[in-house]
Structures are given as structure tokens and as C-alpha cells.
């Protein structure tokens, strides 16, 4: 991969996190990310790890078989297409009003500060 690419791939990724992040917090999303990444790295590398601490008593990770009929007879309900489409547009509108209420309430903190500003002149001449 060359280095354009590289720098070309690094600034979608960057894009697409913005996009997911929303009106998330950026250090916020940042910690939610960086211990997903760390829970990921840790179950991707756990077997391999208890195979080589445990050796010959490793047995492995399997569910027990006496379970499956269990979570056969219980049906997975979920909602249907058209519910969730109906959901996701109501999540969809809550997260519209929280980003116009992020915004105003930035506006109101900056008029604030420039009320502050007013009543408190700074004395440096």
C-alpha cells in the first residue's frame, strides 16, 4: 500500500468514526472505542492464550450440548420490518432533538461568556 493510500484510507476511517461518533463526545467516543478495541484484542487472543498457559489440560470453549435444546425451544422474538423501521425513525428524531439542543445550549454557554465578559471587563490596557 502506498503512503497516498494509506493517508487516503486513514481519512475515510476517520470520516466514517466521525460519522458513528454523532454528537457523542469525541473523548468519550474515544474511550468507548479504544476498550471496545481492548475487550476485541482480548477475546480474539484469549484461546491462544489458554492454550499455550494450560497445554495438554486445555479443553477448549464449547457451549454444553445439554443447552442447545433449551435455546431451541425459545423462539428469538423480534420486531418486524416495518416496526423497526418505525424504531429506528423515532431514535432517529431523538438524536436529531439532542443535537439541536447540544447546539443551543453551546450558543447560550458562548452568550454566556460574552455576558460574563461584559460584566467583568478585563482590566488590561
Known amino acids: 500500500m ?9 481519512n475515510t476511517l476517520w470520516a466514517i468514526a466521525d460519522q458513528l461518533r454523532g454528537a457523542m ?10 476498550s471496545f478495541l481492548f475487550m476485541r ?7 491462544a492464550a489458554a492454550k499455550k498457559e494450560l497445554g495438554m489440560d486445555y479443553k477448549g470453549i464449547k457451549m454444553p450440548r445439554g443447552y ?3 435455546i431451541k ?3 428469538f422474538v423480534y420486531p418486524s420490518k416495518a416496526e423497526q423501521i418505525r424504531i429506528a425513525d423515532c431514535l432517529s428524531s ?24 461584559q460584566l467583568f471587563p478585563s482590566s488590561e490596557l
Not at 2 to 10: A, I, R, S, V, Y
Request: proline share 2%; aromatic share 8%.
Open 68 to 70: 442447545i435444546s433449551l
Open 73 to 75: 425451544k425459545d423462539p
Open 41 to 47: 484484542y482480548l477475546s480474539d487472543n484469549y484461546e
Open 25 to 34: 463526545n469525541a473523548d468519550d467516543f474515544r474511550d468507548y472505542m479504544l
Open 94 to 117: 431523538i438524536d436529531e432533538l439532542i443535537t439541536a439542543q447540544t447546539q443551543k445550549l453551546d450558543k447560550l454557554k458562548a452568550h454566556k461568556k460574552g455576558l460574563m465578559q
Open 2 to 10: 502506498t503512503e497516498h493510500d494509506q493517508k487516503q484510507l486513514g
